[in-house]
């Protein structure tokens, strides 16, 4: 199976592409979304709504976890399978087994356990390179879909679905998240940051990859330096990495 993801500005053009992805012969237990959720909803979903409670993950994340593929729900059912209020981003929901994976990768908890039961049913992860600009995207309001096909054909016909439905590209979400850091990032590295911009660029997003996050860059030297084996691990580079550890995003207030 191949993981594919788009990005949409609006939660009805991510249905409208559901709808084509399902007609291309890709079960809804293979699809998941994950988008904004309002008070409302994360009433439904079981989530704590006030500023005193505990953020936390819905009643149903439990039968997600410990149910088989698809018992938690397909992608369009109506009923979010799991909610999560990640700090910078907001409030999350997440419809389907497999947007119930992206979200508990997107928060950091609970997610492992529904990512092995997807490897176990589809002998693939989550994707998690790019997991900064989902996050990114979410918090700008938008919704993140994904789904897995079968690699080759359906896969090419899946994106393109994804792409014709509205979906941004992962190239410009890469670059629209970079413009409203890169002032900020130039103010603080000082001089030189145009030449060194792009290894500093590089070793920042590395630190953002969900198994780096919290790790020391002494901690990880060896790991990037496998994952980066063509790339330069300068001082630029390191000191990205290290900028990219205090990484903060600031909620974005989308209602």
Request: charged share 30%.
């Amino acid at each position: 199976m191949q993981a594919v993801t788009g990005v949409f500005r609006t939660h009805d053009n991510a249905e409208n592409a559901v709808n084509q992805l399902k007609r291309l012969g890709i079960p809804e237990k293979r699809i998941g979304i994950v988008r904004p959720g309002s008070r409302s909803e994360r009433l439904e979903a079981g989530v704590p709504v006030t500023d005193t409670e505990e953020p936390g993950m819905g009643r149903a994340m439990g039968a997600a976890v410990g149910g088989a593929m698809g018992a938690a729900g397909g992608a369009t059912a109506g009923l979010a399978v799991a909610s999560l209020v990640v700090p910078g981003i907001g409030p999350l929901l997440a419809f389907g087994m497999v947007g119930a994976a992206l979200l508990g990768i997107v928060g950091a908890a609970a997610g492992s356990a529904v990512g092995d039961t997807l490897e176990e049913e589809l002998g693939e992860g989550i994707p998690h390179e790019d997991i900064y600009v989902y996050e990114d995207a979410l918090r700008h309001g938008h919704t993140v879909l994904i789904v897995y096909a079968e690699e080759g054909d359906q896969a090419d016909k899946a994106a393109e679905v994804m792409r014709n439905a509205g979906a941004e590209g992962l190239d410009t979400l890469r670059e629209n998240w970079w413009r409203e850091l890169r002032d900020d990032e130039r103010a603080h590295y000082g001089d030189k940051f145009d030449e060194h911009e792009d290894s500093y660029r590089r070793g920042y997003t590395a630190a953002l990859h969900p198994r780096r996050r919290g790790r020391a860059y002494s901690d990880v030297e060896d790991e990037l330096r496998t994952e980066y084996a063509n790339t330069v691990l300068d001082l630029p580079f390191q000191r990205g990495y290290e900028r990219g550890q205090s990484y903060r995003p600031r909620e974005v207030e989308t209602r």
